[in-house]
C-alpha cells in the first residue's frame, strides 16, 4: 500500500519500448515491484545506473530512478484518494490495521507521513517502517514504528535480482546483495540508540545470510537477550535453510511473510521453479517449518505485490506446495491475526478482552470453511476498530 504503479502492475521483462504512452510518460512494473519497463524520458534518468538497459527494461539502481521520477508524475490530491481507497478496500476485508513499508526505493517522505496521517481517520490503523540505512533518528521523526521493512538487503526472484547462494536456473548469476553484514551491524546499533525497531526486506539464502551476520556481530556488542527484545523484522524470508531459520530463533527475529508467494509461484511448474528448479521452489516459503520451532510469524500481502486477501492467506498457508510446510488454519489465522499486532510490540492486541476496546471484525459463512479446496472464503459483513465501526455492509 502507498506503493501505486503509474499504469498498474504487470509482468514486465525485457523488450524494446517506443515513445508508447501515446506521448505520456508510462512505467508498467513487474509484480515483484522491481523491475519495469519505462518509456524513454523515465529511462533517461537512469542512464549510467546499475541496471540501466537501454531497452527500457530497468532493474536495481535504474529502476529506483526510474520509479521516483514516475510517483512524483502522481498528483497529490489523486495519491491521498489512491491511499484511502487501499484502506477503504482493507476495512471492507475486515483489516484493521495495515503495515506500510516505505523508504527510498519505495516511495517519497511525503507520500509515508501522508499515508500515516489517514491512519484511524474512520480507516484503518497504519504502522509505518522507513527503509533506510542509518536512518533510525529519521524513522521517528517522520513517525515510523521502525527503522525497517523495505530497507533492501537483495531484490527479488521475479526481478532475478534476489541473492542467492546458487545461481538463478534462467540466468547466469546469483542476483545481487545490497548490503554488507558491517551495515547491517551499524544500522541495527543505530535503531538500539534511539529505541527503534529495526529490520530488512531479504528474500534470497545469501541476503538473509548477511543479514544474520549482521545480528552476530551485534549480539556480541549488545547481547542476544538486548537484541531479542528489540523484536527486529525482516520481510519475506523466502529461501530459507536450517542454519538460517535458527538465527531467526537465537535472534528474536519477526519473520513477516506471504503465503501468497507459494500459491502464486511455488510448485513443480510456477514461476519459482524456472528461476531456482522445482527442487529449491518447493523448499521456498518454508511457513512451516519456521512455524514448527517457534519463528514468530506475521503474515501479510505484500499489496501490490500480491492482492490484499487475509482468508486467502490463510488458505495457501494450509495448502502450501510443499506438504512439510502447512500449517493449520488455527496456526495460519493466529499468524494472520496476534502475529500482525506482535510485530509491531502490541502484544495485548489481537484478542476481545473483558473491559478492553474491542477490534473485531464479522463474517458470514455458508458452511465452516475446512480449507480442503478452493470454495467460497468467509465474507466480511463489519470491521470494528477500537469500537469504532469502519466498515459495514
Given at each position: 500500500?502507498?506503493?501505486?504503479?503509474?499504469?498498474?502492475?504487470?509482468?514486465?521483462?525485457?523488450?524494446?519500448?517506443?515513445?508508447?504512452?501515446?506521448?505520456?510518460?508510462?512505467?508498467?512494473?513487474?509484480?515483484?515491484?522491481?523491475?519495469?519497463?519505462?518509456?524513454p524520458d523515465l529511462?533517461?534518468?537512469?542512464?549510467?545506473?546499475?541496471?540501466?538497459?537501454?531497452?527500457?527494461?530497468?532493474?536495481?539502481?535504474?529502476?529506483?530512478?526510474?520509479?521516483?521520477?514516475?510517483?512524483?508524475?502522481?498528483?497529490?490530491?489523486?495519491?491521498?484518494?489512491?491511499?484511502?481507497?487501499?484502506?477503504?478496500?482493507?476495512?471492507?476485508?475486515?483489516?484493521?490495521a495495515v503495515h506500510?513499508?516505505?523508504?527510498?526505493?519505495?516511495?517519497?517522505?511525503?507520500?509515508?507521513?501522508?499515508?500515516?496521517?489517514?491512519?484511524?481517520?474512520?480507516?484503518?490503523?497504519?504502522?509505518?517502517?522507513?527503509?533506510?540505512?542509518?536512518?533510525?533518528?529519521?524513522?521517528?521523526?517522520?513517525?515510523?514504528?521502525?527503522?525497517?521493512?523495505?530497507?533492501?538487503?537483495?531484490?527479488?526472484?521475479?526481478?532475478?535480482?534476489?541473492?542467492?547462494?546458487?545461481?538463478?536456473?534462467?540466468?547466469?548469476?546469483?542476483?545481487?546483495?545490497?548490503?554488507?553484514?558491517?551495515?547491517?551491524?551499524?544500522?541495527?546499533?543505530?535503531?538500539?540508540?534511539?529505541?527503534?525497531?529495526?529490520?530488512?526486506?531479504?528474500?534470497?539464502?545469501?541476503?538473509?545470510?548477511?543479514?544474520?551476520?549482521?545480528?552476530?556481530?551485534?549480539?556480541?556488542?549488545?547481547?542476544?537477550?538486548?537484541?531479542?527484545?528489540?523484536?527486529?523484522?525482516?520481510?519475506?524470508?523466502?529461501?530459507?535453510?536450517?542454519?538460517?531459520?535458527?538465527?531467526?530463533?537465537?535472534?528474536?527475529?519477526?519473520?513477516?511473510?506471504?503465503?501468497?508467494?507459494?500459491?502464486?509461484?511455488?510448485?513443480?511448474?510456477?514461476?519459482?521453479?524456472?528461476?531456482?528448479?522445482?527442487?529449491?521452489?518447493?523448499?521456498?516459503?518454508?511457513?512451516?517449518?519456521?512455524?514448527?520451532?517457534?519463528?514468530?510469524?506475521?503474515?501479510?500481502?505484500?499489496?501490490?505485490?500480491?492482492?490484499?486477501?487475509?482468508?486467502?492467506?490463510?488458505?495457501?498457508?494450509?495448502?502450501?506446495?510443499?506438504?512439510?510446510?502447512?500449517?493449520?488454519?488455527?496456526?495460519?489465522?493466529?499468524?494472520?491475526?496476534?502475529?500482525?499486532?506482535?510485530?509491531?510490540?502490541r502484544d495485548h492486541?489481537?484478542?476481545?478482552?473483558?473491559?478492553?476496546?474491542?477490534?473485531?471484525?464479522?463474517?458470514?459463512?455458508?458452511?465452516?470453511?475446512?480449507?480442503?479446496?478452493?470454495?467460497?472464503?468467509?465474507?466480511?459483513?463489519?470491521?470494528?476498530?477500537?469500537?469504532?465501526?469502519?466498515?459495514?455492509?
Amino acid at each position: 500500500m502507498g506503493r501505486d504503479d503509474v499504469g498498474g502492475p504487470a509482468q514486465a521483462g525485457p523488450g524494446r519500448v517506443g515513445p508508447g504512452g501515446g506521448g505520456r510518460r508510462a512505467y508498467l512494473s513487474q509484480a515483484c515491484i522491481h523491475s519495469a519497463l519505462c518509456t524513454p524520458d523515465l529511462l533517461a534518468a537512469a542512464r549510467g545506473m546499475p541496471g540501466y538497459d537501454g531497452s527500457g527494461w530497468v532493474r536495481r539502481d535504474a529502476h529506483d530512478a526510474v520509479r521516483a521520477l514516475a510517483l512524483e508524475s502522481i498528483p497529490a490530491a489523486q495519491r491521498t484518494e489512491a491511499q484511502r481507497a487501499a484502506l477503504r478496500t482493507a476495512a471492507g476485508l475486515g483489516i484493521a490495521a495495515v503495515h506500510e513499508c516505505g523508504g527510498p526505493g519505495t516511495s517519497s517522505e511525503r507520500d509515508f507521513t501522508n499515508l500515516l496521517a489517514l491512519s484511524g481517520q474512520g480507516l484503518p490503523e497504519v504502522y509505518g517502517y522507513w527503509g533506510e540505512l542509518m536512518a533510525a533518528a529519521k524513522a521517528k521523526e517522520l513517525g515510523a514504528v521502525g527503522a525497517g521493512g523495505d530497507l533492501y538487503a537483495d531484490g527479488a526472484l521475479g526481478s532475478q535480482t534476489a541473492h542467492l547462494s546458487e545461481s538463478y536456473q534462467d540466468v547466469d548469476g546469483c542476483g545481487h546483495g545490497y548490503v554488507t553484514a558491517e551495515q547491517v551491524r551499524d544500522h541495527l546499533l543505530d535503531c538500539a540508540a534511539y529505541g527503534v525497531q529495526g529490520g530488512f526486506h531479504a528474500i534470497g539464502d545469501a541476503a538473509i545470510g548477511t543479514v544474520l551476520a549482521g545480528f552476530a556481530e551485534v549480539a556480541g556488542k549488545l547481547g542476544v537477550d538486548r537484541l531479542r527484545e528489540a523484536r527486529h523484522r525482516v520481510e519475506h524470508a523466502e529461501i530459507m535453510n536450517k542454519r538460517l531459520i535458527a538465527g531467526f530463533v537465537e535472534y528474536g527475529i519477526v519473520a513477516s511473510v506471504q503465503p501468497a508467494f507459494d500459491r502464486l509461484w511455488g510448485g513443480e511448474s510456477q514461476m519459482y521453479a524456472q528461476r531456482l528448479g522445482v527442487r529449491r521452489s518447493l523448499e521456498s516459503n518454508p511457513l512451516g517449518a519456521m512455524h514448527g520451532v517457534g519463528v514468530a510469524l506475521a503474515f501479510g500481502s505484500d499489496s501490490p505485490v500480491t492482492p490484499l486477501d487475509p482468508w486467502g492467506s490463510v488458505r495457501a498457508a494450509t495448502h502450501h506446495f510443499n506438504p512439510v510446510q502447512r500449517m493449520s488454519v488455527k496456526a495460519a489465522f493466529a499468524a494472520h491475526t496476534r502475529g500482525g499486532w506482535r510485530a509491531v510490540h502490541r502484544d495485548h492486541e489481537g484478542v476481545l478482552a473483558p473491559g478492553a476496546p474491542a477490534t473485531f471484525a464479522v463474517w458470514s459463512v455458508d458452511a465452516f470453511p475446512t480449507f480442503d479446496d478452493d470454495g467460497p472464503l468467509p465474507v466480511c459483513r463489519r470491521t470494528v476498530l477500537r469500537g469504532q465501526v469502519l466498515y459495514e455492509t
